[in-house]
């Protein structure tokens, strides 16, 4: 196992192959911007990407609220990313927050999103790059940059319309409504509802579950599925073989069958 990053505005937990990264700014609402949680964010995932001691990301927030997104008073004010000519901010977007949006859409292993609050603006699109999304009854959703005058500048209408469809995507984009939890559930933006104090727990059984499976074969599966948003069926088809033929040689494999076959629990070994 490689040394886990040094966070700043984040804590980073490890539990079996379970990695929870839980953003500690509520004086801010963990806004993403004017905090290091951009970095905090990315180190994170380059730390996993190279360790496959880790299989499975939890992303939550401590305190009210999962992530306000952008710093509103920032904006207000020209600051940080949001500070300089159009050119300079245009720069700024592409070394800050869409750094977050690529890391999310490059990550190797499932990622579980514990909506504790609102996630509004950037936070909600975070939320939108992660394969499950758990809520309770605090959970707040919305895509509101409309009402500020911008676009999802992080890259937030990709998302999104591959989650909900194009149609009610664009519905939320251009409405900038907010979504209640039970709402969220029935679009299908959230898999599960659960209370409050099961949120964590109920993300930490699903990531343990996950984290069960054959390590390299569950990364391979991730890879595979986002291969397949971008991939002709053919192409996809010769990627599947060449993975498939990889796991049929792994060592892992061969414990799973040989357990399956003597009804035993394997112990998958990485490899």
Same mark, same amino acid.
């Given at each position: 196992?490689?040394?886990?990053?040094?966070?700043?505005?984040?804590? #980073?937990?490890?539990?079996?192959?379970?990695?929870?990264?839980?953003?500690?700014?509520?004086?801010?609402?963990?806004?993403?911007?004017?905090?290091?949680?951009?970095?905090? /964010?990315?180190?994170?995932?380059?730390? @996993?990407?190279?360790?496959?001691?880790?299989?499975?990301?939890?992303?939550?927030?401590?305190?009210?609220?999962?992530?306000?997104?952008?710093?509103?008073?920032?904006?207000?004010? +020209?600051? *940080?990313?949001?500070?300089?000519? %159009?050119? $300079?901010? =245009?720069?700024?977007?592409?070394? *800050? /927050?869409?750094? @977050?949006?690529?890391?999310?859409?490059? &990550?190797?292993?499932?990622? &579980?999103?514990?909506?504790?609050?609102?996630?509004?603006?950037? *936070?909600?699109?975070?939320?939108?790059?992660?394969? @499950?999304?758990? !809520?309770?009854?605090?959970? #707040?959703?919305? $895509?509101?940059?409309?009402?500020?005058?911008?676009? %999802? +500048?992080?890259?937030?209408?990709?998302?999104?319309?591959? #989650?909900?469809?194009?149609?009610? =995507?664009?519905?939320?984009?251009?409405? *900038?409504?907010? &979504?209640?939890? $039970?709402?969220?559930?029935?679009? +299908? &933006?959230?898999?599960?509802?659960?209370? =409050?104090? $099961?949120?964590?727990?109920?993300?930490?059984?699903?990531?343990?579950?996950?984290?069960?499976?054959? %390590?390299?074969?569950?990364?391979?599966?991730?890879?595979?599925?986002?291969?397949?948003?971008?991939?002709?069926?053919?192409?996809?088809?010769?990627?599947?073989?060449?993975?498939?033929?990889?796991?049929?040689?792994?060592?892992?494999?061969?414990?799973?069958?040989?357990?399956?076959?003597?009804?035993?629990? %394997?112990?998958?070994? !990485?490899?």
């Amino acid at each position: 196992m490689s040394t886990a990053p040094t966070l700043t505005d984040a804590t #980073l937990t490890l539990n079996q192959a379970v990695a929870t990264l839980s953003f500690n700014r509520d004086d801010v609402r963990n806004a993403l911007t004017g905090t290091t949680l951009i970095d905090d /964010i990315c180190n994170t995932v380059e730390w @996993i990407n190279r360790d496959n001691s880790v299989s499975c990301l939890i992303i939550t927030g401590n305190g009210k609220a999962f992530s306000s997104g952008g710093n509103v008073k920032e904006m207000r004010d +020209g600051e *940080g990313i949001f500070g300089g000519t %159009p050119a $300079e901010i =245009a720069e700024n977007y592409r070394r *800050g /927050i869409q750094r @977050i949006s690529l890391a999310m859409h490059s &990550i190797e292993i499932p990622t &579980i999103a514990a909506i504790n609050g609102a996630a509004i603006g950037a *936070g909600f699109d975070l939320s939108c790059m992660c394969d @499950i999304r758990l !809520g309770s009854e605090h959970t #707040l959703l919305g $895509e509101t940059f409309i009402n500020l005058g911008i676009i %999802p +500048g992080d890259g937030g209408a990709w998302f999104l319309q591959r #989650l909900v469809g194009y149609q009610r =995507a664009a519905e939320l984009t251009f409405s *900038g409504r907010l &979504i209640k939890a $039970e709402e969220a559930k029935e679009l +299908g &933006i959230l898999l599960e509802l659960v209370s =409050a104090d $099961e949120l964590l727990p109920r993300a930490q059984e699903l990531a343990a579950n996950f984290a069960s499976k054959p %390590p390299q074969a569950l990364r391979m599966t991730k890879r595979l599925m986002k291969s397949a948003q971008r991939l002709e069926l053919a192409d996809f088809l010769d990627l599947c073989s060449s993975y498939q033929a990889s796991c049929h040689h792994s060592g892992d494999h061969q414990r799973a069958v040989n357990s399956f076959l003597d009804k035993t629990s %394997p112990e998958f070994q !990485g490899n």
